[in-house]
Nanobody
Framework: QVQLVESGGGLVQAGGSLRLSCAASGRTFSSYDMGWFRQAPGKEREFVAA???????????YYTDSVRGRFTISRGNAKNTVYLQMNSLKPEDTAVYYC?????????????????WGQGTQVTVSS
């Protein structure tokens, strides 16, 4: 069982930055694939970024097109935490951001691949 708690959301002006954190419980955090999703009002939850194991202690990250080059996902296994650094924020990035975990994903871009979810943190970008 994994429990996830997000933090770091808030209100920021367009062009600004925020860093989201997701703290995970459990002693096997390093074994999990982690993802960030977001959900805007009236829309479905969508994939933002993921960081997955690629063998041993190596991980790789990938992003949805709309955030690539602006957002960076990273993880600190010693702190059982995954981060989402968000730069050059736009009003269309406004959403509730969710952290998710799975022991193993196939593509990692579908909500159905993840077993554990946090409660979400609100990000609001003003124009």
């Amino acid at each position: 069982q994994v429990q996830l708690v997000e933090s770091g959301g808030g209100l920021v002006q367009a062009g600004g930055s925020l860093r989201l954190s997701c703290a995970a419980s459990g002693r096997t955090f390093s074994s999990y694939d982690m993802g960030w999703f977001r959900q805007a009002p009236g829309k479905e939850r969508e994939f933002v970024a993921a960081i997955r194991r690629s063998g041993g202690s190596t991980y790789y990250a990938y992003y949805t097109d709309s955030v690539r080059g602006r957002f960076t996902i990273s993880r600190g296994n010693a702190k059982n935490t995954v981060y989402l650094q968000m730069n050059s924020l736009k009003p269309e990035d406004t959403a509730v951001y969710y952290c998710a975990a799975a022991f193993s994903v196939v593509a990692g871009i579908s909500v159905h691949e993840y077993d554990y979810w946090g409660q979400g943190t609100q990000v609001t970008v003003s124009s």
